[in-house]
């Protein structure tokens, strides 16, 4: 059973940074597209950024040149680090993976994913 536990969000202030981390479990993620997606209460869950193999990763133009993301195939985590936060960063960011077969050309859209992780919160303060 495929298993997706986000950790290290949090409560900063504008300019830090955080790391997000990502463990998946119950197959293997290497050759899979993975993703963060990210939702503010009451609004839509939205894209932030993809990454899969042989391809740039992909960014939502918000978070280009602050954020990272990047996987550790040899322990099954994805990782998002963010740099220079804002406070319209502040959101739940959820960890995403597809099945072993995907459509690359729709990384940006929720339904592209089948296994979503609970979750992190992070809390940007001006």
């Known amino acids: 059973q495929v298993q997706l536990v986000e950790s290290g969000g949090g409560s900063v202030q504008a300019g830090a940074s955080l790391r997000l981390s990502c463990a998946a479990s119950g197959g293997t993620f290497s050759t899979r597209m993975m993703a963060w997606f990210r939702q503010v209460l009451g609004k839509e869950r939205e894209f932030v950024s993809a990454i899969w193999s042989g391809a740039y990763p992909y960014y939502t133009d918000s978070v280009k040149g602050r954020f990272a993301i990047s996987r550790d195939s040899a322990k099954n985590t994805l990782y998002l680090q963010m740099n220079s936060l804002k406070p319209e960063d502040t959101a739940v960011y959820y960890c995403?993976?597809?099945?072993?077969?995907?459509?690359?050309?729709?990384?940006?859209?929720?339904?592209?994913?089948?296994?979503w992780g609970q979750g992190t919160q992070v809390t940007v303060s001006s």
């Open positions: 995403a993976a597809s099945t072993r077969i995907y459509d690359s050309r729709r990384y940006s859209y929720r339904d592209a994913y089948s296994y």
